[in-house]
């Protein structure tokens, strides 16, 4: 399982890592990076979400449904 974790860093950033759990504990964490603004903040939690949904693989395949027609 993985989620994200935002914490404030001593210079009074938020950090953004994301750490993956097993059986209850911490086996691994990614740091990406800290943010002084929100707007800087916002891109750290879309990349740590990117991460988190590269992990997972699609319930169901709909490439057939998005294929576009060139009729």
């Known amino acids: ?5 935002k914490f404030k860093t001593g210079s009074g950033a938020t950090g953004v890592q994301v750490c993956y759990k097993e059986q209850g504990k911490v086996v691994r964490t990614v740091h990406l990076g800290s943010a002084s603004s929100e707007v800087a903040l916002e891109k750290l939690m ?3 979400q990117g991460i ?9 395949n709909l490439d057939k449904y998005n294929k576009k027609d060139p009729a």
Do not use: H, S
């Open 1 to 5: 399982m993985a989620y994200i974790r």
């Open 46 to 48: 879309r990349e740590a």
């Open 52 to 60: 988190i949904d590269g992990d997972k693989k699609p319930l169901f």
